[in-house]
């Protein structure tokens, strides 16, 4: 029985995460066959994003499902269309009915995210890597959609435990399913330096060893570096590279003691405790080394964007921070990109263009807030990543073993229940770029805890990127539907007793 007030599920066209804007269930539906050909015109554009739909659709289906760049009425049909301007840079839409299942956007990107919702719309064993029964049925109808915000946005803390790259481009192909779209690295802090940087090559020797706990670290060659974010590219996320500055410091500092203001050198930090490094901020070797670091990530980043930190930087002087930082945002302009830096960025005169990450949580006082509502006011965009509701770090439970719990426990429910455009007084939704969801790795270490800590929370995130709206009391049931996918995939999740898993029409 369904208790009274509770909404009826989704239909089974709109059972998708994050929600459409708009769905329009129909007759009939599109059913995969044998015969079935994937049509991609002329263009390559639309040819990659169909070869990436055959990699996803033939292992299960064991369907051929050739690519074609033959017009026709019948099969699946991928369509790039300038003139759909409605659609922008990442819309699409898609229209299943008998016969023919045709997929329209204006961009490569709309395409891409068309396709996400079409493996949602298909049964979850289309995920698995091996031939299943099928039948492979898309309900009739119209989904018509666009994101309500530019910037969607998962970190990864690489520095506190190492991730490799295979690590990585799995986590990747999970957060594209959920059409996220940006892919922030968190490469640099007081445990180590996680990327090579040719003009100061002991950084990822004495920066790079260890870890959290003291274990073994790692790093990236810019080879590598440039495989994670082609990869990236290839599932349409680009990649915000974060070197952390001036605290959360330790691992350059042990790796070149002349950083440091006596010129003797630190260790490299094992334990979990922030806010004690600082660069040398009257030195001026300090600039010498922030502007190599920042020419050589930007030389290896097509992205726009170079993240400079700025957090909790408790050994820096409140007058020694101000002018750190705008003398770092001067040399990221210089090397022709665009500044993001946490929101303490409001002890600071922030650079033309900058956009500020807010990391807050109820907890934070007035006058925190009130400073990053004076950034908004400043023209100073914000990327919204509150922890109470998006610290994929953070405890579900008091029973968790893993996860802090600074901003508190962060239950999947409580991960849905805000709004991006009415969170932080003072900041309206023109002020807001967009969100993100944050892994710090203190006590992270395998894909495995990367996939429970993110799995559910991450689509929280994620729909109330893409979407407009929406109550937990429905969101609950398209999450539960989620969940053969993920088995069908071999993602950790956590069962949540807020979600109700397993529910008829969960699609199981
Ligand atoms: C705060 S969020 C930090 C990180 C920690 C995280 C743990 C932010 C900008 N700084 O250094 O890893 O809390 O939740």
New binding site residues.
């Given amino acids: 029985m369904t208790p009274p007030g509770t909404p009826p599920l989704p239909t089974a066209l709109g059972r998708v995460v994050p929600a459409p804007a708009s769905v329009l269930p129909g007759d009939g539906a599109y059913t995969l066959t044998s015969e079935t050909a994937i049509r991609v015109g002329a263009t390559g554009e639309a040819r990659t994003v169909g070869d990436y739909l055959a990699g996803v659709l033939r292992p299960s289906t064991g369907l051929p499902l050739p690519l074609t760049s033959e017009d026709g009425e019948d099969g699946i049909r991928l369509r790039l269309d300038p003139a759909e301007s409605a659609l922008g840079d990442e819309g699409y839409r898609l229209e299943s009915a008998d016969g023919a299942l045709t997929l329209t956007a204006r961009e490569p990107a709309g395409l891409f995210h068309a396709v996400q919702t079409l493996r949602q719309l298909l049964p979850p064993a289309v995920e698995r890597d091996t031939a299943q029964p099928g039948p492979w049925t898309v309900p009739g109808g119209v989904v018509t959609d666009t994101p309500r915000f530019a910037y969607r946005g998962a970190m990864v803390?690489v520095a506190?435990h190492f991730f490799t790259v295979g690590q990585l481009k799995r986590y990747i192909d999970q957060l594209a399913l959920y059409k996220i779209n940006k892919l922030h690295l968190h490469l640099t802090?007081d445990q180590g330096w996680r990327l090579a940087i040719d003009s100061w090559p002991e950084l990822t020797v004495a920066g790079a060893a260890t870890a959290v706990g003291g274990g073994s670290g790692g790093h990236y060659t810019k080879a590598q570096y440039t495989e994670i974010v082609e990869y990236a590219a290839s599932r349409h996320l680009e990649v915000i590279p974060e070197i952390d500055f001036p605290g959360?410091t330790a691992a350059a500092l042990a790796a070149y003691p002349e950083l440091n203001p006596d010129g003797v050198t630190v260790e490299v930090h094992t334990g979990t405790e922030?806010g004690f490094s600082s660069l040398t901020v009257g030195k001026e070797i300090t600039y010498d080394f922030v502007d190599d670091v920042l020419r050589e990530v930007a030389e290896i980043t097509p992205g726009r964007y170079l993240h400079i930190g700025g957090?909790?930087a408790d050994a820096t002087s409140a007058e020694d921070y101000a002018v750190f930082m705008k003398r770092a945002q001067a040399v990221v302009a210089k090397y022709g990109k665009t500044v993001v830096a946490?929101h303490q960025l409001a002890g600071a005169e922030p650079a033309p263009g900058a956009v500020a990450q807010y990391?807050g949580w109820d907890g934070t006082s007035a006058e925190e807030r009130a400073g990053v509502a004076g950034l908004a006011a400043q023209g100073v965009r914000l990327i919204l990543s509150p922890?109470d509701r998006t610290?994929l770090?953070?405890k579900y439970t008091a029973e968790d073993e893993l996860g802090?719990k600074?901003a508190g426990l962060v239950e999947v429910d409580h991960s849905y229940d805000w709004d991006p455009a009415t969170y932080l007084e003072g900041v309206p939704q023109d002020a807001v770029l967009g969100v993100e969801a944050?892994i710090?790795t203190?006590t992270v270490e395998t894909t495995e805890q990367l996939e429970y800590m993110a799995f559910p929370r991450l689509l929280s995130t994620a729909e109330r990127g893409w979407s407009a709206g929406g109550e937990w009391s429905e969101f609950r049931h398209r999450l539960a539907a989620q969940a053969p996918r993920w088995e069908a995939l071999g993602i950790a999740y956590y069962k949540s007793p807020t979600v109700p898993w397993g529910e008829a029409g969960s699609g199981a």
Avoid: F, G, N, S
Wanted: net charge negative; proline share 0%; hydrophobic share 45%.
């Fill in positions: 803390d506190r802090d959360h922030v957090d909790e946490w990391w922890a610290y770090d953070h802090l600074w944050a710090w203190e």
